[in-house]
């Protein structure tokens, strides 16, 4: 079996799904790069490149990680049963649930911008956030959260994924590319391997992550500088070099899927500009490297309580009253940055390829704030200071590109005004999940006299499906004064069936919201096709050259795992090939999503590694 070009492509568990491919009829020495969204039951959307063709392979590993409800932290009636708000389940918080009492990549409010708090119990509702939440849309829900040891679960299953391609082929070349809370997962995961003795992956790309390195938003007693350091460090400290690039060029073990015009020193590839043209670029190994794609109109991580570098990016400067430089500690040890942004300057897009150096994060006459709104940032958001300069040290690319990041907006945006976004499935879910959400009232009739509305609503849910019955009803009196009368006349009213609310939210303008640009890179796929594309790690795959090793590693890498999947995942032929301590794992995962028990401490341990507890002391001045 001839060997592929190995990636592991690992975004956040409600974000996209990212599928990789090249024809074999291609000459290229890089693969194209295609991103769809997928549903919000995270049931993946893919392209060809996934279906099992003679021509055509994945070389994409889709990773899912999410939060399950404790059976006690489900809300219930008073016979145990698990009760519904409209036609949605919720926890004891009032925190919507899926229908296996879950959610997908866990609260977003629940995230954090350091690792050691994924170890700690979830974000509790402040005084500030109760009053933060009465100016929320009906898409948002802040309440309890619950203790994050999802987030551990999810990294341990990550790092066993990279100690089984490892053990079945050493040399597999891993690229994890992560997105938000998932990049700090992917960094925990790396502590978790190092700890373990294994190699980290070869490659990491982290996409506008909420990691901060400003000493006044993270914890007093936490190093978050260091932690970095020392991570990325070992991720880059010595590059795996087998197989040589050179290997990637004989085509008796790669049967030409390099191309004949491709070489460890140059490459060619198709001219976006004028067609039938190629392009040719200096080829680069990639292994030992970790890249930060940050964008500093993401206003997610650009509020004031997280200020993560997917926003802001590492600066020269540290804090008031540190002497410390971030990005000379990071680019000694194969850090690298991009900058993606929809500005404009001098008439002209903000290129993504640009030789290195330094560049304005924000130039004159642009917001003080991420986004439009100067109000909204002056309340939320951290400021960047105009003539602020950063450096951009990553590669130059053949030829720099033009970042595309209005991908799937319902208005289109321009350089400085933000598109509009449409509620997707899970905007539209949480909002008919949201006891605290302002619906509409649909008149049903009128009525004089007395009502009893209990019966009323009775009568008008029977016979019809959850998603079509009203929750509530109240009337509303259109005539007399004063004390009510039996000549009084109604207007009964109900509240809007979580049917009406979807169907509403998928035609009204009112719902359309300032799109946060929190993924607007990975929302086109010509920003992965002509960057990502050149920042991957190349090498070898042989796991994903095994259907029976690629089946297997492919079904564990989905935390949905009901007794079904579970089932057909023990009966597929590449489950023997598992380590005990794998199957182990991935028992007590199916066990988490079907039952809301969290594995044992000996599969997944509470106690942050070694890596990750050194950031509690000093480690140099803060």
Not at 112 to 124: I, Q, S, V
Not at 268 to 290: C, H, L, S, Y
Not at 555 to 565: E, S
């Amino acid at each position: 079996m001839s060997d592929w070009t190995g990636r592991i492509w690992w975004l956040e568990g409600m974000g996209l799904n990212t599928t990789s491919r090249r024809k074999n009829s291609e000459p290229s020495s890089r693969w194209e790069i295609e991103i769809n969204s997928y549903s919000t039951t995270q049931t993946p959307i893919f392209t060809d490149a996934m279906r099992k063709t003679p021509k055509t392979r994945s070389l994409l590993i889709p990773f899912y990680w999410g939060y399950r409800a404790d059976p006690s932290e489900i809300s219930r009636d008073k016979n145990n049963n698990p009760t519904k708000l409209r036609d949605q389940y919720q926890d004891i918080q009032g925190n919507r649930l899926d229908r296996h009492f879950g959610k997908a990549g866990g609260y977003f409010v629940n995230a954090t911008n350091n690792l050691l708090e994924m170890y700690d119990k979830g974000l509790p509702l402040t005084m500030r956030l109760k009053i933060a939440r009465k100016t929320l849309p009906n898409t948002h829900f802040l309440g309890d959260n619950p203790h994050r040891r999802y987030y551990v679960l999810a990294a341990h299953r990550l790092a066993m994924m990279v100690k089984e391609i490892r053990r079945v082929s050493p040399d597999e070349t891993i690229t994890i590319m992560a997105h938000s809370q998932g990049t700090l997962i992917t960094l925990l995961a790396q502590a978790l391997l190092v700890d373990g003795g294994h190699r980290c992956a070869d490659t990491i790309i982290m996409v506008d992550t909420p990691y901060c390195l400003f000493p006044e938003v993270t914890p007093k007693d936490q190093d978050t500088l260091t932690t970095l350091t020392r991570i990325v460090a070992q991720v880059t400290q010595a590059p795996h070099t087998q197989p040589p690039l050179s290997d990637l060029c004989n085509p008796a073990t790669y049967c030409g899927r390099s191309g004949p015009q491709w070489s460890p020193i140059q490459g060619t590839r198709k001219d976006k500009g004028k067609v039938g043209n190629m392009t040719v670029f200096p080829e680069r190994d990639n292994r030992g490297k970790v890249y930060l794609y940050f964008c500093p109109d993401d206003t997610t991580v650009a509020l004031d309580d997280v200020r993560g570098i997917g926003t802001f990016g590492v600066w020269d400067t540290h804090g008031k009253n540190s002497t410390r430089n971030p990005m000379a500690e990071l680019k000694a040890v194969r850090f690298y940055q991009r900058m993606w942004t929809r500005r404009y300057r001098d008439d002209s897009p903000v290129m993504v390829g640009k030789p290195p150096g330094y560049d304005l994060l924000r130039a004159k006459n642009e917001s003080r704030y991420a986004g439009d709104s100067w109000f909204a940032g002056l309340l939320s958001k951290g400021p960047t200071e105009e003539g602020h300069r950063i450096l951009i040290n990553a590669e130059q690319l053949y030829p720099p590109h033009a970042p595309y990041m209005y991908g799937g907006e319902e208005v289109q945006g321009k350089p400085t005004e933000s598109g509009l976004d449409r509620p997707d499935d899970a905007n539209k879910a949480s909002a008919v999940g949201n006891p605290r959400a302002k619906l509409n009232w649909r008149y049903v009739r009128s009525h004089t006299g007395s009502i009893d509305l209990e019966r009323e609503l009775a009568q008008w849910n029977l016979g019809k499906a959850p998603s079509e019955q009203t929750r509530i009803m109240r009337k509303q009196r259109v005539t007399g004064d004063g004390a009510p009368k039996p000549t009084d006349r109604y207007d009964i009213l109900r509240e809007e069936t979580p049917d009406e609310i979807r169907e509403f939210m998928d035609q009204s303008t009112d719902v359309l919201a300032e799109n946060s640009y929190h993924s607007g890179l990975l929302r086109s796929p010509e920003n992965q096709r002509w960057v990502t594309a050149m920042d991957i790690a190349i090498g070898q795959a042989k796991c994903l050259d095994d259907p029976a090793m690629r089946d297997v590693l492919v079904a564990i890498a989905d935390w949905k795992m009901d007794v079904r999947q579970f089932l057909s995942t023990t009966e597929l032929p590449g489950w023997e090939n598992l380590s005990a301590e794998a199957q182990a794992l991935v028992k007590a995962s199916h066990e988490y999503y079907q039952k809301g028990i969290f594995p044992p401490a000996s599969l997944v341990s509470l106690v942050p590694p070694p890596l990750v507890q050194a950031s509690l002391k000093s480690g140099g001045s803060q």
